[in-house]
């Protein structure tokens, strides 16, 4: 499969804990993205960090790449309950054309 | 922002009858991605489009066919439709492949009864 995988599937904390995710990936990439998705609604941006960046920053988000271990990490801090959604990672493969080949999702719960 | 307009936003069919997708890039974007996502699950890419040209090819059915207009407009035509067709299905643009961020549309619900 060129699927990755996401970990944890599922993480529920309390408001202002902080929040990690996990994504691993397979293949070669030129980049690898984060998205949020509400429930069954769209897919929502967040951050892209390219394949020759370690480690970079977005407001309460920091993600960082591995690219010897071909993981990333998306950290949340502070979280708030509008932070509750599916957090998926998605990477541009270094052969293909920009497609993006995504993980299978951590769904976040954040309780006020 | 300008972003990613896709109509409609709700499609109710029979099986085998037909239905047609469209997806409005975002002004300047040259590349289209189509992707479909299950219910439960991550988005699967269908296919993709720089410059009018398809540009790449994934898990999309024969039944499914999808080209980019000369506005960049896209559409994904889907016939025969079967039960299984039922989901998501994201339009996303990009300004340059495989190098800079792609913008999602808010997706076509598709229910095929």
């Known amino acids: 499969s060129q699927q990755g995988e996401e970990d944890p599937q599922a993480l529920s904390i309390q408001e202002g804990e902080n929040a990690t995710m996990n994504c691993s990936y397979k293949?070669?990439?030129?980049?690898l993205q984060w998205y949020r998705q509400n429930s069954g609604r769209g897919l929502v941006h967040l951050i892209l960090i390219r394949s020759n960046e370690r480690e970079k920053h977005s407001g309460r988000l920091r993600v960082t790449l591995d690219t010897s271990k071909k993981s990333s990490s998306l950290l949340i801090t502070a979280s708030r309950a509008a932070d509750t959604a599916s957090y998926f990672c998605?990477?541009?493969?270094?052969?293909?054309?920009?497609?993006?080949?995504f993980g299978q999702g951590t769904i976040l719960t954040v309780h006020p | 922002a300008a972003g990613v307009i896709q109509s409609p936003r709700h499609l109710i069919k029979e099986k085998r009858e037909t239905a047609t997708l469209k997806c409005y890039p975002i002004p300047r974007h040259d590349t289209v991605y189509w992707y479909q996502q299950g219910p439960g699950q991550d988005p699967q890419f269908l296919i993709s489009f720089y410059e009018k040209m398809q540009s790449d090819k994934g898990s999309i059915p024969d039944r499914f066919s999808a080209q980019q207009f000369s506005d960049y407009h896209s559409e994904l035509n889907m016939s025969s439709l079967e039960l299984g067709d039922s989901a998501l299905y994201f339009c996303?643009?990009?300004?340059?492949?495989?190098?800079?961020?792609?913008?999602f549309g808010p997706g076509t619900r598709l229910l095929v009864l």
């Open positions: 998605a990477n541009a493969g270094g052969t293909s054309y920009g497609k993006l080949t």
């Open positions: 293949t070669s990439i030129n980049n």
């Open positions: 996303a643009s990009s300004l340059d492949p495989g190098v800079e961020t792609q913008y």
